[in-house]
């Protein structure tokens, strides 16, 4: 058999990426949780850290009283799920002070929260680029933050899933410091240890095809990813909010893919008794009830099987016994 040349290869990894991954798409599927809220008013001064200079001394703009009508109508409209609303609300308040750093990074998420609802590329590309554009300002306000990597991590992982099979590898190399530092600098943050999970449980499953496409092209894919460390991360979410359905939903996914039935079990059996506030919250509570049957079923089939072969040891070795 004569040697593939190298452009031949590069067609065949290329339709191998395009192929995707049994489980590629998991990561995408799921939702996203919305930003926790803000306290009222939201604090017009920046964070502490922030670098001292003309960057920082512009994000401190006097306080207005426009300003914080603006940040006190996002973080009321937020707490009635009026994520547009409030988006709108956020964006009005960087018209007045535009590096004000609270209201990047969280207009930065409610745009990936909002993109997500669409099922046209289109809108949801547009959400997503913008989620990007805030975030990167947010950066720019508060590089070290967790609040700001959080966000370019968000937003970086909502445009993968719009982009090629060989784009989106190359996203997630690139989403990996800004969600490392966002649970490092929050760990507080439960959506931030989401995020990091799904990464984890993603990366940990690449493929023979990214794998090598990531070490040819990219340099060498991302190391420290492991099922176990993806489901310690999402343990973590759930345990700062056990009342988010999207924590108990990843988590009992990943038990599930992993064999740890049980778990999935007890986890799915309290989600469902969720209260939920929103359309997604209602959506996902659905799903939860469709994984939990099936779970309880090959959990019910398995304990038989073991009772079956414990009573046949047990038969067996009474005879042997009398003798």
């Not at 590069?10 to 990426?17: C, I, N, T, Y």
Request: proline share 7%.
């Amino acid at each position: 058999m004569s040697r593939l040349s190298l452009p031949a290869k590069s067609v065949l990894l290329a339709v191998g990426l395009a192929a995707g991954h049994p489980r590629a798409g998991w990561a995408q599927g799921t939702t996203t949780s919305p930003p926790s809220l803000p306290a009222l008013p939201e604090a017009i001064s920046p964070a502490p850290g922030a670098k001292a200079g003309p960057r920082a001394g512009a994000s401190a703009a006097p306080d207005s009283v426009a300003l914080r009508e603006y940040l006190r109508r996002a973080a009321a409209l937020q707490a009635k799920f009026k994520d547009s609303e409030a988006l709108a609300a956020y964006e009005a308040a960087l018209r007045v002070q535009p590096q004000h750093y609270g209201s990047l990074w969280r207009a930065a998420v409610l745009s990936v929260s909002i993109g997500n609802r669409y099922s046209d590329e289109t809108r949801k590309s547009a959400y997503f680029a913008a989620a990007n554009q805030y975030a990167s300002r947010a950066l720019e306000v508060q590089p070290q933050a967790g609040e700001s990597n959080y966000a370019m991590a968000l937003a970086l992982f909502s445009q993968a899933g719009l982009l090629s099979a060989r784009d989106r590898l190359r996203i997630f190399k690139q989403l990996r410091p800004h969600v490392f530092l966002a649970a490092e600098r929050r760990p507080d943050m439960p959506e931030a240890w989401q995020l990091l999970g799904r990464w984890y449980y993603r990366v940990a499953h690449y493929n023979v095809l990214e794998k090598f496409f990531s070490r040819v092209f990219l340099g060498g894919y991302p190391q420290g990813a492991s099922s176990k460390k993806a489901m310690e991360a999402m343990e973590k979410a759930h345990e700062l909010d056990p009342t988010r359905i999207q924590y108990s939903y990843d988590l009992a996914r990943m038990y599930k893919y992993q064999g740890y039935r049980r778990r999935a079990i007890a986890v799915l059996q309290q989600a469902i008794k969720l209260p939920t506030y929103t359309s997604e919250d209602l959506t996902i509570n659905r799903l939860c009830q469709q994984l939990l049957p099936p779970l309880v079923r090959a959990t019910s089939r398995r304990d038989r099987l073991h009772a079956r072969w414990y009573e046949q040891l047990r038969s067996r070795e009474k005879p042997a016994a009398r003798e």
